[in-house]
């Protein structure tokens, strides 16, 4: 018995929001337990003895703000919900759209660069990166699943706290954490680049 993934669940506005998806591979979690010294520390133990400590927070809600716009958004699980205050104030837990993905979603990240202005990378608890590129004429937004190409050894379900930090017309450049592999203390600082992005198969690049 047993399951090997942990989720993490948010109540606001009268609703649960599923905010975070730990996967691991197949490896049974024992034990889960909250650090009393600190509620924000979750202590993990799976399979094989192997121990896991996570400091967990989350926003509630996330707003970009570009070209006159503003746009909230609010994740849960496999839903991204977002609403476009330029277009209508619709209070929480309502929202104007909502956009799907294959797998709960982890983590996003903003672009505030001309070039891509408005789109979104997001990181899904299975380890996958999708694009959402937005589309100024018609406010929509497109997603495409982006493909892992060499990861030199990185796990990539370890990924957390993206940044974009550069984007090109076909090409996005952006940062991550990836927490500390075993019997390590110390996490690492990963660059990355993500090519074609105006193709049906973009590749991530570390």
Excluded at 25 to 38: D, L, M, P, T
Excluded at 76 to 94: H, Y
Excluded at 150 to 167: V, W
Excluded at 182 to 204: M, Q, S
Aim: aromatic share 12%; net charge negative.
């Amino acid at each position: 018995g047993g399951s090997d993934k942990i989720q993490l669940w948010h109540r606001s506005n009268y609703h649960w929001y599923l905010k975070r998806e730990f996967r691991y591979e197949g490896r049974r979690v024992e034990r889960i337990k909250f650090s009393a010294e600190n509620p924000y520390e979750l202590r993990v133990l799976l399979q094989g003895l192997e121990w896991r400590e996570y400091e967990v927070q989350w926003d509630p809600s996330s707003t970009l703000s570009f070209q006159e716009k503003c746009t909230a958004c609010v994740v849960d699980g496999c839903s991204l919900n977002v609403t476009d205050f330029e277009k209508a104030i619709i209070p929480p837990p309502m929202y104007a759209k909502s956009i799907s993905t294959e797998f709960p979603i982890n983590d996003l990240a903003f672009c505030y660069d001309e070039a891509r202005l408005g789109s979104f990378l997001i990181s899904m608890s299975s380890g996958d990166l999708v694009f959402l590129s937005y589309d100024a004429g018609t406010t929509k937004y497109e997603q495409t699943k982006v493909l892992w190409g060499d990861l030199k050894g990185f796990d990539q379900m370890s990924l957390r706290s993206f940044l974009i930090s550069k984007a090109e017309s076909n090409r996005l450049h952006a940062v991550s954490i990836m927490c500390a592999p075993c019997n390590e203390t110390n996490d690492h600082l990963v660059e990355l680049t993500i090519e074609d992005l105006d193709t049906p198969e973009p590749k991530a690049f570390v």
